[in-house]
């Protein structure tokens, strides 16, 4: 008599199954780094930080003494706060941010003497200029729209970067912006770059400059300077409160000779030294050197070549909470690169090769032992 069809055991469908398995954690391993994460390799649409940095013994022009016989300098303390949040267009090729920039005096120094900023001093009673004693010493808007991989402006389509240095005015367009300013791109590479500074509207040479530590953290240096430029030209705009042309007599420059007005003209220039988690871009720490003076135009008769008035001089260092902050905010934005990236395809890159072979074993038993052979040949003569 015939016997019927031999049933399928469940250990003739082990080494199948296992093939199967181990195939699929194979293809799990490859296309982890490759398709999930690249999407974590971009800005994130939820960017949302803060800055804070300091600088102490900075000089700064006292704006009440524009009402006075003869310019003022004070020494202050001041805080250069900035906050960077991901605003609208943004989508998932680009982001835009909007950074808010304000610099603070906590306290002046005027005639060897501390005091509040906004306490009355000589000028501030003049109620015909605009108000001078106030904590606020420059104040600048910037709005950009990256691509989110590279990190670079992206102005076509509803992209565009403008820059608003008084509140009371339009913002500046800026149509031809490159190079990096807030953030680097996710693996940044150890090279020369480029950085946009939004004071001047200038793009500059971003220097790689080896290797440095913040809060444990091996991180990248680069540096830019910012050359002198005259904030005067055309349609530049500046903060609230500030003049780019100050028109006054030569007496209050502290000129001496006859009695005639001078016109001077603010000048900047700079410099950034940044510190860069080049795995995801992250500014951890930052020196921001900053000379803002006003000068004459090149052939004034009677004024000294070298004339300087100072508007504001000043070091500013993130504190060191902002280095933690930042610092934290780099590893939170690596640990899913790291878990996705390569921990997880390790494991199961792992388990995948070792499903293969126990499926291929399972499928073909010469493979196994001799004793193991004959453990599977009883049990599958049992089951028959």
């Not at 202050?76 to 090729?93: G, I």
């Not at 820059?163 to 800026?174: T, W």
């Amino acid at each position: 008599m015939q016997s019927g069809p031999r049933r399928w055991s469940a250990a003739d469908l082990a080494g199948p199954t296992l093939i199967f398995v181990g195939s699929f954690l194979i293809a799990v391993t490859i296309a982890l780094p490759t398709l999930l994460v690249g999407n974590f390799r971009e800005i994130p649409l939820s960017t949302d930080f803060t800055t804070v940095a300091t600088a102490e013994d900075a000089t700064v022009l006292d704006r009440c003494s524009l009402a006075t016989p003869r310019a003022r300098t004070a020494g202050a303390d001041l805080v250069r706060q900035q906050r960077v949040v991901a605003v609208q267009p943004s989508d998932s090729h680009r982001v835009t941010l909007q950074a808010g920039t304000s610099v603070q005096a906590e306290t002046l120094k005027i005639d060897d003497r501390e005091v509040d900023p906004e306490d009355p001093r000589p000028g501030s009673e003049d109620e015909s200029a605009q108000p001078c004693n106030e904590a606020t010493i420059d104040a600048i808007k910037d709005r950009v729209t990256l691509d989110r991989e590279t990190a670079e402006p992206q102005l076509s389509s509803r992209g565009a970067s403008e820059i608003q240095y008084d509140s009371d005015q339009a913002p500046v367009l800026v149509p031809d912006r490159r190079g990096f300013t807030y953030l680097l791109p996710f693996d940044t590479s150890l090279s020369d770059h480029e950085f946009f500074d939004p004071v001047t509207r200038t793009t500059v040479p971003l220097a790689y400059d080896g290797e440095t530590e913040v809060e444990g953290k091996t991180v990248a240096r680069f540096r830019a300077e910012v050359p002198e430029t005259d904030l005067a030209r055309e349609a530049l705009g500046r903060p609230v409160g500030t003049d780019v042309v100050i028109t006054r007599p030569a007496s209050w420059f502290g000129i001496d000779g006859p009695a005639r007005e001078l016109t001077a003209t603010l000048r900047h220039k700079g410099s950034w030294d940044l510190a860069v988690d080049a795995t995801t871009g992250t500014i951890v720490d930052a020196t921001i050197v900053v000379d803002e003076f006003y000068a004459f135009p090149d052939g004034t008769t009677g004024v000294p070549a070298d004339y300087r008035l100072p508007h504001l001089q000043a070091t500013f260092a993130y504190d060191e909470q902002t280095q933690s902050e930042m610092t934290r905010l780099a590893s939170d934005l690596a640990t899913p690169i790291t878990v996705w990236g390569r921990v997880v395809p390790i494991v199961t890159g792992v388990l995948g090769v070792l499903a293969l072979i126990a499926g291929a074993v399972l499928i073909n038993p010469a493979w196994l032992p001799e004793r193991w052979r004959r453990t599977a040949t009883g049990s599958a003569q049992h089951d028959a």
